[in-house]
């Protein structure tokens, strides 16, 4: 089989051979979930190794017809942008399962829910069908609203209806602006197709485009969560177990970040210069506002979730930056604060087994009861709020870098909501680890067991990694967002001039009358590394 379907599958092949286990047997079917689940992430290594630095077009294209009277296709690819959040997919889903030793009860259903979820998600960071794409986007719901559902905490069915509520609205108007995609290129003079290779190319009337791009827009916006659909976030987080919080944060939010740079942006090129000051104003809204909601948390679980919305805010932030080094400084940050915030997440649901409070004034001198965990606890949260050395500070360095170019003002206020982040972040630490030791209850408490060690290393050793050395990440980015950059730019070029010419025309009938606008609007090559070129 070929290796993306493999990779995208074998979950789903590993939960179905779940189903034939005896249900008593939960430590074999822990054991066989977690084998799958590393299977797939050691399969999922050979993309980073085979992976052809400087070839920004799509590898490891698998494509065949699948209902060849609609135009749908089964098309897999990925490239350098999509390559990690692959990787960090089957990565977080290893190490979600491994750390979900607290989940006492329905142990088969749990673990194949997991799984399954896994391929939903790898599934959207694959598909080059919009179709396609839309059928794994949809199959990531059920399976966390299974896992919030059945295992979360007391109000985890308030919680899962307003977040399977939120993502239908979205997804449901993002499925009409499909059809509609593959109907204008249809009438266009082309064949019905829904494959995003193909559709990149086509030109679509800005009128309409803005409508398409709003449709995918409010889907990504709802899923990221981008400032003010940002609150079904909260609630989620608060009441899913810890593995699904991991899985919440670390992946699913990025589908949201993803299909604004995958879709929205080469798709609808005139739509997005339109509304670029709209979404780069919410990013900077949602960077201010989660940073000041986070501040007054009590809860560890809500502080985290709304870090969130601020650190996704400067995702969008530097996507709609629309230069090399803003769009991969999101990429590698969608990347970083998957292993961060999975990490806190997973830390958090750590101490509330043992304590059974996520409450911040519970805590407080835990450091020197638990020094391991304190240890840890602190680098992690020291890389999400980017210090130099770990893996936060390249993203958001870059981030900043990519903006301040486009808007200064834009990069000023977005280092405002960073100084904020630094400020609760460690105001957090202090009350949790430092201080005295006023509760008589946190002074039993056990440190890091060998599994939760062996759990939170890798992550550790990624952290680290990312912030002394990024340039293996950087370098196989590089040539696909320069790509994508090109692309919206070529694409506004070409339509935008047409658009002027018609307008022009309808004006005055001398064609020798063309706006001098037009010719302003010749596509220029943008270069992420201008070194290279």
């Not at 986007?137 to 308030?158: D, K, N, V």
């Amino acid at each position: 089989m070929p290796l993306l379907s493999l990779i995208t599958f074998l979950p789903a092949v590993g939960a179905a051979g779940l189903l034939v286990l005896p249900r008593k047997r939960q430590d074999l079917i822990r054991g066989a979930a977690l084998g799958v689940s590393v299977l797939t992430f050691l399969l999922s290594l050979k993309l980073f190794t085979d992976f052809q630095v400087g070839v920004g077009q799509m590898q490891f294209v698998e494509e065949m017809a699948w209902i060849p009277s609609f135009g749908i296709r089964y098309k897999l690819g990925i490239d350098g942008i999509s390559l990690f959040l692959v990787l960090l997919t089957t990565f977080l889903t290893a190490i979600a399962i491994g750390a979900s030793t607290g989940v006492v009860h329905r142990i088969k259903e749990y673990m194949v829910v997991m799984l399954l979820l896994e391929t939903g998600m790898i599934g959207v960071f694959v598909a080059l069908d919009l179709v396609l794409f839309y059928v794994f986007w949809e199959a990531t719901l059920l399976p966390m609203y299974f896992l919030i559902g059945i295992w979360g905490g007391p109000r985890r069915i308030y919680a899962t209806i307003k977040f399977v509520l939120y993502t239908m609205a979205g997804s449901l108007l993002m499925l009409v602006a499909i059809i509609a995609v593959g109907l204008l290129h249809a009438q266009a003079g082309g064949e019905i197709t829904f494959d995003l290779t193909v559709l990149m190319h086509a030109e679509i009337p800005p009128a309409i485009q803005w409508w398409l791009f709003l449709a995918f827009a409010l889907a990504f916006a709802i899923k990221v969560p981008l400032f003010p659909f940002h609150t079904w976030l909260p609630d989620a987080h608060v009441e899913a177990p810890t593995a699904a919080s991991v899985l919440l944060a670390g992946v699913i939010l990025k589908m949201g970040t993803y299909g604004f740079l995958r879709f929205a942006l080469p798709l609808f090129p005139q739509a997005t210069m339109t509304f670029l000051p709209w979404i780069s104003g919410l990013a900077l809204v949602g960077i201010v506002y989660g940073a000041w909601v986070a501040m007054v948390q009590p809860d560890l679980k809500s502080l985290v979730a709304y870090s969130s919305v601020s650190h996704l805010g400067l995702v969008i932030l530097g996507i709609f930056a629309l230069n090399g080094e803003g769009i991969a400084g999101s990429v590698l940050q969608m990347v970083n604060h998957g292993l961060s915030t999975g990490a806190l997440f997973l830390m958090v649901g750590m101490i509330y087994e043992r304590r059974h409070t996520r409450m911040i004034a519970d805590y407080g001198g835990l450091f020197r009861v638990i020094p391991f965990f304190g240890g840890t606890f602190l680098l992690v949260v020291l890389s999400s709020i980017g210090l130099p050395g770990l893996n936060g500070f390249v993203g958001e360095f870059l981030i900043l870098l990519g903006t301040f170019r486009v808007h200064p003002l834009y990069a000023l206020v977005a280092v405002t909501g960073i100084v904020w982040a630094a400020w609760y972040m460690l105001g957090m630490v202090r009350r949790v680890l430092f201080g005295p030791l006023t509760h008589p209850e946190n002074a039993d408490i056990s440190d890091l067991t060998w599994n939760e060690r062996i759990v939170l290393v890798p992550v550790l050793v990624l952290i680290v990694w990312i912030g002394v050395y990024p340039a293996p990440f950087l370098r196989r980015m590089e040539a696909s967002v320069e790509r994508v950059i090109v692309q919206v730019k070529r694409q506004q070029a070409v339509q935008g001039s047409e658009f002027i010419v018609q307008g022009t025309a309808a004006m005055n009938p001398e064609p020798s009358t063309m706006s001098p606008e037009a010719s302003s609007m010749n596509p220029e090559p943008l270069t992420l590394s201008r070194g290279r070129r």
